[in-house]
């Protein structure tokens, strides 16, 4: 069975704290809010606190969040914000790490803020080391580490993680160096807004990788990133789509879009665990509301759920 998990973004704290409790009530594996700078999200960690408090049942976690800053994002920090989550949650966090968008404007972004956006090789280095500083400090020994990005002396972290060994770490990763970077350092492997064939060949190079790093590929657990839109017809599913991003029906991304009636998008899902899904993270078109998600966990969760695994 393929799990599911929501996405979920915006200011709107009345309307977050329903939807967050609804998932939880439905069954959605997982819940994440997004974390960065910009003006569709709150401070994520915080928020996510929130999040914490209000379910009871989902995993939580940063749709990611970034080692590429050594003020907000320092591996330190991020170890210390994932052990509160665990602790407000009862064992139900997940820290999920990104590399961060290639584009300029992501880029501007960061750099208007005064904040440095290292070259995509360096951002994936940063990641790796500081996923190795975090499971450190997580083990509740003192750690000296002198690595090429950061340094830790006599360092210790208390209090632990309710998990042990810790809480799973996720990275999202789309290029070739980073896609080693999950065999090498993380429980799960998330890709964004790729079609199945596409994903299938992204994983069999983390299959390739798990095995030269000595691992089993059941090690690592596999998600997808996609956004969902219902109408009883598959057209009209994409044309409310394009309408909702502002977009034509030229675009890339409609070529990922869970889009038409239940079995229509339970049909497709089946696609992308032939591929080697383990995991999907959904964005329902029509959020805030949740008419979508509600239709979701009705009729095509027990769907999911008769799914060979």
């Known amino acids: 069975m393929v799990d599911v998990g929501v996405q979920t973004w915006g200011t709107d704290t009345e309307a977050l704290r329903r939807y967050w409790t609804l998932a939880d009530e439905l069954g959605f594996a997982r819940i994440t809010y997004g974390d960065g700078l910009g003006a569709w999200t709150l401070d994520g960690w915080t928020a996510l606190g929130a999040l914490a408090i209000v379910t009871r049942r989902a995993r939580l976690g940063p749709a990611v969040t970034y080692a590429f800053d050594p003020a907000a994002h320092h591996p330190s920090w991020l170890a210390k914000r994932a052990v509160t989550l665990d602790h407000l949650a009862g064992g139900r966090a997940e820290l999920r790490l990104g590399i961060g968008a290639a584009d300029d404007e992501t880029a501007r972004g960061w750099a208007q ?3 440095p956006y290292p070259p995509a090789h360096v951002r994936v280095a940063m990641v790796e080391e500081a996923i190795a500083v975090v499971r450190a400090l997580w083990s509740g020994k003192r750690v000296d580490h002198a690595g090429r990005y950061w ?3 006599d360092a210790t972290l208390a209090p632990s993680p309710l998990q042990r060994p810790g809480p799973p770490v996720w990275l999202a990763a789309m290029s070739p160096q980073a896609l080693r970077a999950v065999a090498r350092a993380a429980d799960g492997w998330e890709a964004s807004y790729v079609t199945p064939s596409a994903f299938a060949e992204r994983w069999a190079l983390v299959r390739a990788e798990l095995h030269a790093a000595g691992r089993h590929a059941a090690s690592v657990r596999r998600s997808v990133e996609l956004d969902v839109v219902f109408a009883p017809r598959t057209r009209d599913a ?3 789509f394009c309408r909702t991003r502002g977009i034509g029906r030229e675009h890339p991304l409609l070529e990922t879009v869970l889009a038409g009636d239940p079995p229509a ?4 899902i089946g696609d992308y665990a032939a591929a080697g899904v383990t995991d999907l993270m959904l964005g329902f078109a029509d959020f805030p509301a949740t008419a979508m998600l509600e239709t ?4 095509v969760l027990p ?3 008769r799914q060979s695994p």
């Open 303 to 305: 769907v999911l759920s």
């Open 238 to 240: 994409l044309d409310a």
């Open 296 to 299: 979701f966990a009705r009729e």
């Open 265 to 268: 998008v339970a049909a497709r």
């Open 151 to 153: 340094r830790l002396v």
């Open 113 to 115: 803020h005064g904040i």
